[in-house]
């Protein structure tokens, strides 16, 4: 499924934000968190306007995009999925867990599904290690899970 | 904000806000305070649902007037939220939910009987609430860094007043020189709390007397480990202190612009900086000539986008920078040459909390907490296979048996403690025989772990410790920066080695180089990142030896978790239900009709289908 | 901290010997001034000093973890241990980790008996590769652009040409992307050099410890024509060339080998072997002319020169406001070709279409010249095949020609053979200003000036100004190599702060003689020597020999003129020695 990413509605929202950002010092990173923000990922024709506002080399700008997980290339799914794997979940079951969406939803770690609905990631700490072993989708979250594969058709089911 | 008396003043007025939380019912002006824990664990369990359950409760009996609700930082007692207090009573209620709220209200707002069956385990005797540091989980506990978590509302400045909020940056800015400031931390002992308990007050020492026309103060807010999540409590819970601390640090080494580089997961606490930052700045504690002096000092937050590397100083300022966080060798270090080549004080949140109160209470009321060498206390993040999942604060010198057996209430499930793991990727597990050590930061060390920022994970016997040591190695190749060759492609050589291991392709052979290697990469790499790297290998083959000699001689994971290693068997008590034939996806399980299935382990695929399915726990995982 | 006025030293110990050095030295610095020889990987001088390879490793007193000695700074009182066995079994086993990640075809890489991690492995006693059986990462192979090969599977994360790529030519076109064991060095989504507003300087390949960044191999294009009886081919070489190739063999940096190098063209089979240096002249005529119409005529100033195609490159991509600033002249051997395919072709009657023409360049980035479509006369490229200085030793080694015992011959001498000390300095920084002003103010003055050494626009910093009264004017021009600091110059330019009339600009660093199709030179020798000098050097002595040392007294320029061309810029001139640039795209998306 190939989705719109870059329009105009979207550029004049990065064209604002450049303003707003280009020529202050270490303007970059905060120019491609909003990127992130606006378009659901930064791609090629995203780097390409910041380079030309900002003046830093493309590899350059590529180089810091691939360099931080929270940046991407490709968009995402409509829903993503992250099973935290921080150390507290991790030992109570989170690979389990991750595997099961794996199966279930389809989908590899790091990608999306091809129908374009489901991103699945493995995420660093979110912090609710009381609620552990926990998982996000989208804005919802689902803790203190028993990590059996039912739990997880059930989640799945909602979406 | 102009003088000392304005502040003083300001305090007076609003004490009244949080006199109740203090048992004071006469001076203040309502009845009952609701402290909602608004940190991240209790809202991912719905405490902002809870809240506004509570607001319409309230208006539905008429008590808005009279009850004031409040969002607070994390309580620290994550296994058991979300979390509502209401004072003056103390009451703790634990694992509350949105519906009761309204039991809550009516019954103890509104009639005035605390709902038991809500209550804290422990939180009571009887009817009777007993104070909230005797609940054995606080005990032990001596909260400095986490003081206010839990007690004030972040989002409000004049509740951090009504605790001497700013009072310490007012007596250092009107009061203090700069050096009398730096010889008062350097005297405290504190040492940075954020992985290397390099003296804070040494650091700020260097800045001072390095000439320069900027200089820059930066609040290393990014905190990666996984497990650990005692920055963001504190940024969640307690904003104003870093603020105040980094004005105050500002001030010492004659810098005007201050960074607190957050993560990027960190919603919740990056929107209450922020809130906290613009209140600072409308009161005058940020911007321009503070408290009329001609010291200035305004604050940026920078967002970090998803690399645990730059938590390393040098590789954080490159982030600030706009570029890829990758370390740089020291020196120079950023004290000397940091942010823009400019000298930089860069110290991790928790060490800025202690700050304000060093200043107030001075240098030796510091210094009597802890140990010779570690002073103060520490926060640990308290996972894993424990009870009381959640954040503590103890003084440094406390034993592991105490923090998790005392504080953390012990194993659950009655399983047997077999390992802690302190400092994350970079720390090092502890076994049986270490629980009496003091804890701080050269026995950690000298044990081959590490404080780290204070991540504690306990693990029972379920657990592999190949495993665990191949999970924290998973993370580091993951996060390794790729800049220098130990740790890009040495860690990724170690992780194939331990892919081995767990596989039952290995050799004994291996697993001496697997530790030649590791402490190759240990001396050898760029940052403390790699140079950390191998402690969870080192240190689980050291303290657990024959468990990788299990895997590589025998072919068998002891703790059952290693999937290679393992074999699924139907035990003599399965009653031929058929149901996990139907449902092994590669038709492994033969077997009659109410007769003992066979599982052919040349097929089986070790999905555990069968294992969920099985309504008699007939089939064995061995 | 740094750049303070007085030196102040300090005393130091390494391995056992006593040091006394400036404070301002690394422990690799400090190490060498006592003969301790301290290996490098990535480490080189003025372009890339991080301390990521970790093979520069040493002990240092009070510190558990090795330290980098090439980042390191020396202090009063440090001890340092280079050789002990916690050192050497550290950079034994980070050596065993980067050859891991490296493709072991060294009996067939370009590199082969000259790379500086082949060296290194043996240096460090490597005897096994513990980790080889584990398969490689997905790597790249771009052999699309005219000039530059990468080939990822050899690279080794040295980043030596991203630091290069960035500090020295202000480009960017190579850096780090990725994260962990993902890591790479590439382009912005590992796009073609083709498709990258890369200026095929070259300074990546002459950076590169091994085999992962080379220039396109043209020689069997020039096998083929030699064997060729209907074909006439004529080679000419670049001034740098002779000032490096006797390194290929094994002779002194700063040796001139322009005899046995002719000698050796001839026994290859040219038909004619002429020098460069000539087209020189004609580009200071015609450049000459062309500035002194601008200064007359109310033209476009600063004039910049146009014979780096480096440069003219980086102007066209990241600096298309200065294109009407660019001569419009064509770079000295685009020139020799077009006289050839004309000029030469008439006087000897030969078919142009059957000549072929080599150039023997310093130079990668003369191969995405001489493809340049306007860069032809009459359908003809001016140039047919340009090969780097490196390949031209190459063709000498497979060609079995004993270098050493060859002995020196002379260019031809008709039409093209003659040459003066102005058109040999255009090898080096400042020399082509220099040749120009020679011709310049003899024309602004009226008369044959004999203070003719322009010392101030010698030399290796990297921007040189001076200036001038000539005729009666005000005249000021700056010198400025490596595209950076070009990049620096005209940012001033536009800001106003400064201004010029002309303005010499060389892609690379020191000029040609440093130009990406020179010599390999190891890091180690980098360390010890400034090469660009060196070979610079060789060019001054040829100039300071010459009886003719302005491009105008050329006698057989001033023959073509006479003969051919007219006057300096006439028609004839314009259809045969000039060009035109297009601004191009900064980031070109396709």
């Known amino acids: ?159 | 904000m102009k003088s000392l008396q304005e502040l003083e003043n300001l305090k007076l007025q609003s004490q009244k806000l949080v006199n109740l939380r203090l048992g004071d019912r006469q001076n203040s002006p309502h009845k009952h305070h609701v402290l909602i824990c608004q940190g991240t664990g209790c809202v991912s369990a719905k405490a902002t649902v809870i809240e506004e359950a509570f607001h319409e409760h309230l208006a539905k009996h008429n008590l808005t007037e009279d009850v004031v609700v409040a969002r607070t930082g994390c309580f620290g007692i994550c296994e058991a939220g979300p979390v509502v207090i209401v004072y003056p009573e103390g009451a703790f209620y634990s694992h509350v939910t949105p519906e009761d709220a309204e039991r809550i209200t009516k019954n103890h707002l509104v009639e005035g009987n605390v709902v038991t069956d809500l209550l804290l385990e422990g939180s009571s005797v009887g009817d009777k609430i007993i104070p909230i540091n005797e609940i054995p989980f606080y005990k032990k506990q001596k909260r400095v860094s986490l003081a206010l978590c839990g007690l004030i509302n972040p989002e409000n400045i004049l509740e951090y007043i009504a605790f001497d909020g700013y009072k310490a940056l007012a007596k250092a800015v009107l009061e203090m020189s700069p050096k009398a400031i730096i010889d008062e931390i350097k005297e405290s002992g504190i040492r940075g709390r954020g992985g290397g308990g390099f003296s804070t007050g040494r650091k700020w020492e260097f800045t001072m007397n390095t000439q320069a026309d900027q200089k820059y103060i930066v609040c290393n807010g990014d905190e990666g480990d996984p497990g650990a999540f005692m920055d963001r409590s504190i940024l969640e819970g307690d904003p104003h202190a870093i603020i105040e601390a980094m004005a105050i640090a500002g001030y010492a080494v004659g810098a005007n612009q201050g960074y607190v580089y957050v993560r990027a997961e960190y919603p919740i606490a990056t929107n209450r900086l922020q809130i906290a930052i613009d209140q600072a700045k409308d009161f005058g504690l940020l911007g321009k000539n503070i408290f009329e002096s001609d010291f200035n000092f305004d604050l940026e937050i920078r967002l970090g986008a998803g690399a645990f590397v730059c938590g390393e100083e040098t590789a954080l300022l490159n982030s600030i920078e706009g570029q890829r966080g990758m370390p740089n060798p020291r020196p120079p270090y950023p004290a000397v040459e940091g942010l823009w080549g400019k000298p930089t004080v860069i110290n991790n949140v928790e060490t800025f909390s202690n700050i304000p109160q060093i200043i107030l209470n001075g240098a030796k009321w510091f210094s009597d907490m802890g140990t010779e060498g570690s002073n103060g206390t520490k926060v640990f993040a308290l996972g894993g296979k424990i009870k009381n999942t959640g954040l503590i604060e103890v003084p440094m010198g406390i034993t592991l048996r105490e923090v998790i057996f005392d504080v953390g209430g012990g194993i659950p499930n009655g399983k047997k403690f077999k390992a802690v793991q302190t400092g994350g990727p970079s720390g090092g597990c502890l076994t049986e025989e270490h629980l009496d050590t003091p804890i701080d930061f050269d026995n950690l060390t000298r044990l081959g772990a590490m404080m780290g920022s204070g991540g504690m994970i306990v693990m029972d016997e379920d657990n592999c410790m190949v495993d665990i040591a191949k999970f924290f190695l998973e993370f580091t190749v993951d996060e390794s920066c790729g800049k220098c060759a130990p740790c890009r492609v040495g860690t990724k050589k170690m992780l194939n080695i331990l892919n081995r291991i767990t596989s039952g392709t290995s050799e004994m052979a291996e697993l001496d180089r697997l530790e030649e290697l590791a402490k190759n990469i240990k001396i050898s790499s760029l940052c403390g990142l790699g140079q950390t790297a191998p402690n969870p290998v080192l240190s689980t083959l050291k303290n657990f030896r024959e468990e990788y000699e299990a895997h590589v001689k025998d072919n068998k994971c002891p703790s059952g978790v290693c999937k290679d290693l393992l074999n699924y068997f139907i035990l003599d008590t399965c009653i031929g239900c058929t149901l996990c034939t139907r449902h092994c996806p590669v038709n492994a399980i033969t077997g009659e009709k109410k007769e003992v299935h066979h599982i052919d382990t040349k097929t089986c695929i070790k999905c555990n289908v069968c294992v969920e399915k099985c309504k008699f726990n007939a089939i064995e995982v061995r | 901290m740094r750049g303070k006025t007085a030196m102040k030293t300090v005393n130091l110990t390494i391995d056992d010997l006593p040091v006394q050095v400036d404070e301002n030295m690394t422990v690799l610095e400090a190490a060498l001034q006592v003969g301790i020889d301290i290996p490098t990987l990535c480490f080189l001088k003025g372009v890339c000093e991080v301390g990521d390879c970790r093979i520069c490793v040493v002990e240092v007193d009070g510190f558990d973890n090795l330290k980098s000695a090439c980042v390191f700074p020396v202090s009063e009182g440090m001890v340092v241990k280079t050789h002990t066995k916690k050192v050497r079994l550290s950079r034994k086993s980070t050596m065993e980790l980067i050859l891991a990640t490296h493709s072991k075809e060294c009996l067939t890489c370009c590199r082969s008996t000259n790379c500086e991690l082949q060296t290194l492995a043996e240096e460090l006693g490597i005897t096994e590769l513990y980790y080889s059986d584990e398969s490689p990462e997905e790597v790249t192979y771009d052999d699309k652009s005219n000039s530059i090969i990468r080939d990822q599977s050899k690279c080794i994360l040295c980043a030596r040409c991203a630091h290069v790529c960035s500090k020295t030519q202000g480009t960017g076109i190579l850096g780090f992307v990725g994260r962990g064991v993902k890591t790479r060095v590439t382009t912005a989504f590992d796009k073609s050099l083709a498709d990258t507003p890369c200026l095929f300087c070259g300074q990546c390949v002459v950076s590169c410890p091994v085999g992962a960044i080379s220039e396109k191999v043209d020689i069997d294009k020039v096998w083929d024509v030699l064997e060729d009886p209907d074909i006439h081919v004529v080679v000419q070489t670049a001034p740098a060339v002779r000032s490096a190739l006797g390194e290929e063999f094994g002779l002194p940096f700063g040796t001139n080998v322009q005899g046995k190098m002719v000698a050796a063209l001839k026994r290859l089979g040219f038909n004619k072997v002429y020098d460069t240096s000539f087209g020189a002249d004609l580009t200071i005529m015609e450049e000459g002319h062309e500035l002194l119409d601008r200064l007359n005529n109310d033209g476009v100033l600063p004039m910049i020169t146009s014979c780096s195609p480096g440069w003219v490159r980086y102007c066209e991509h990241y600096y298309p406001e200065f294109i009407p600033n660019l001569s419009s002249c064509k770079s000295p051997h685009q020139m020799v070709g077009a006289v050839l395919k004309s000029y030469y072709a008439e006087k000897n009657n030969i078919d142009p279409a059957k000549i072929f023409v080599v150039s023997v360049m310093p130079c990668t980035s003369k191969k995405d010249e001489a493809a340049r479509p306007e860069l032809s006369v009459n359908g003809l490229q001016d140039v047919d095949c340009v090969i780097t200085t490196r390949e031209l030793a190459k063709m000498i080694r497979i060609g079995r020609i004993d270098f050493d015992m060859l002995e020196d011959a002379e260019f031809d001498r008709d039409l093209l053979g003659e040459y003066t000390g102005a058109g040999i300095s255009f090898g080096a920084t400042g020399g082509v200003m220099e040749a120009s002003l020679r011709t310049v103010a003899d024309i602004m003055e009226s008369k044959e000036l004999r203070d003719i050494d322009y010392t101030q626009v010698r030399g290796m910093s990297d921007i040189k100004e001076a200036t001038l009264v000539l005729g009666g004017r005000i005249f000021r021009v700056a010198v400025v190599h490596g595209t950076a600091a070009a990049g620096r110059l005209l940012d001033l330019i536009k800001s106003g702060v400064t201004t010029y009339d002309f303005i010499e600009v060389m892609g690379c660093s020191g000029g040609c003689v440093a130009g990406g199709g020179q010599p390999h030179v190891t890091a180690k020798e980098k360390m010890k020597l400034d090469i660009r000098e060196a070979r610079a050097n060789v060019l001054r002595e040829v100039d300071n020999s010459k009886d003719y040392r302005k491009s105008h007294q050329n006698p057989q320029v001033q023959k073509l003129y006479t003969d051919y061309l007219g006057k300096p810029n006439s028609q004839k001139a314009h259809e045969l020695l000039h060009t035109h640039y297009t601004a191009k795209e900064k980031f070109p998306l396709e």
């Open chain 1, 1 to 159: 499924m190939v989705k719109e990413v870059i329009c105009k509605d979207r550029l004049a929202q990065l064209e604002t934000v450049m303003d707003e950002h280009k020529g202050k010092k270490g303007c970059l990173m905060p120019i491609l968190h909003e990127s992130q923000k606006i378009f659901g990922c930064i791609p090629l024709g995203v780097q390409k306007v910041i380079a030309d506002a900002t003046g830093i080399p493309m590899a350059e700008i590529y180089g810091v995009v691939t360099f931080y997980s929270h940046f991407s290339i490709e968009p995402k799914g409509d829903f993503v999925i992250g099973v935290c794997m921080g150390t507290a979940c991790y030992v109570k079951n989170a690979g389990k867990i991750l595997d099961d969406f794996v199966k279930q939803a389809n989908v590899k770690v790091g990608e999306t599904s091809e129908d374009g609905k489901f991103t699945l990631e493995a995420t660093r700490c979110i912090g609710a290690c009381g609620l552990a072993p926990v998982i996000t989708i989208n804005e919802d979250v689902y803790g203190r899970l028993k990590a059996d594969a039912q739990e997880v058709a059930d989640i799945l089911a909602k979406y």
